[in-house]
């Protein structure tokens, strides 16, 4: 005998594959994610990242394998780190004509020109104390940072970077990049900030992948206190203020609420930044054989969406369009 009509059944919605795909509130598409790689100084190097399983360094020579394999499972946009040998305490590399970040987008640009390079805007690759600017005393100096990271963006878009992502959380560093691209005539150059970093535990893994540690102390005078959720309003406010044309909030899976709420105050597009340790703590659990790695991948950047990213930057993004590509 039928129940009488006074609860709800949610199931009606959830007794097919094909009417849950129906009634799906939230989709990822391969126009999603942004691919982060590592590119190396040297030839012929291809090393897995000890910390990142499947991640891997390439040296120049080597980077169209990589860039290819994107390309066609259907990624079009993507984002170098530099791995170098030679630091100094300013951090030219970061800015030089020739650098190694400077010379995989012109790789990579007159090859698949359609192909969006986002180029990340720091100094902490390249400065042999491994902060994100200029130290004077025991810490970082905003404003002498903040020349040159304009230096850096500048020579980045000059390189041919289509997208210039500034992550040195810096005080107004979308301000002064913004007038030094469009001084250089790059007005037509998007900026994607950093606009929400914390100072986060799980950058661990990149740091040994980039070589970015710090040699002393640590990023909390410039980095975001995990603790705090209003401050993420205040520092992305500031970014649309001065004239950035995405918000990024990283790390993203433990600051899915940062995400929304950056999300519900502001219209520009969101970007998640589903960070390194995110990843390698996937990779430990499924090569344990604790979870199953696919869904717990499809999961994970599901949440980000839900929670308010338009764009996703994982070192998943392959995995992830070659799932999408078979579903
Ligand atoms: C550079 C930078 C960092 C990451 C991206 N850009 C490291 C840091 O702030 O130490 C981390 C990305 C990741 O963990 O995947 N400032």
Redo the contacts with the bound molecule.
Sequence with gaps: MAMNNHFKRHRRLRSSASVRAMVRETHLHVEDFIY?IFVIEGENIKNEVPSMPSVYQFSLDRLMEEVTEAYELGIRALMF?GVVTDKDEVGSGAYAADGIVQQATKLVKGKYPELLVVA?A?L??YTDHGH?GVIHGNDVDNDESLKLLAKTAVSQAEAGADIIAP???MDGFVAVIREALDEAGFTHIPIMS?AV?YA?A??????DA?D???QFGD?KTY?MDPANRLEAIREARSDVEEGADFLMV??ALSYLDVIRDVRNEFDLPVVA?N???E?AMVKAAAQNGWIDEQQLVLEMLTSMKRAGADIILT?FAKDAAAILRKS
């Design positions: 982060p780190f990340d720091c902490c690759e994100c992550s040195n959380m950093y970093k986060s799980f950058y661990g893994p990149f740091r980039a970015s540690a710090p990023r980095q990283k790390p930044y960070v390194s340790g990843y070192y």
